[in-house]
């Protein structure tokens, strides 16, 4: 079983740029698939981004394909994800999640990174 731990959030103002990680132990990285979900007040968690275990496919919600980038270092467990030209409506605790590669469901959550974007 796998756990995960987010880190990089924070407070910026709408252009700026900010990088979260998460750090995955307990578990064999590379036996998953790895994603980033957020959730902003009274709306449900999405799925942001994805990537599979070689890091060779990613998935991004349309809204922010070429604002946001997957990427994951698998010799040292860590799943990133750069954010940059950032909007308001970026703000939403952010959530990195892991499913054993070839299952449909995420198992395993992180607690969450608060992210705000100030106009």
């Known amino acids: 079983q796998v756990q995960l731990a987010e880190s990089g959030g924070g407070l910026v103002q709408a252009g700026d740029s900010l990088a979260l990680s998460c750090a995955a132990s307990?578990?064999?990285?590379?036996?998953?698939?790895m994603g980033w979900f957020r959730q902003a007040p009274g709306q449900d968690r999405i799925d942001v981004a994805s990537?599979?275990?070689?890091?060779?496919?990613?998935y991004y919600l349309e809204s922010v394909k070429g604002r946001l980038t997957i990427s994951r270092d698998n010799a040292k467990n860590l799943l990133f994800l750069q954010m940059n030209s950032l909007k308001p409506e970026d703000t939403a605790v952010y959530y990195c999640?892991?499913?054993?590669?070839?299952?449909?469901?995420?198992?395993?959550w992180g607690q969450g990174t608060q992210v705000t974007v100030s106009s």
């Open positions: 990537i599979t275990p070689g890091g060779t496919t990613t």
């Open positions: 307990g578990g064999t990285f590379m036996n998953y698939d």
């Open positions: 999640a892991a499913r054993i590669w070839g299952t449909q469901d995420y198992r395993y």
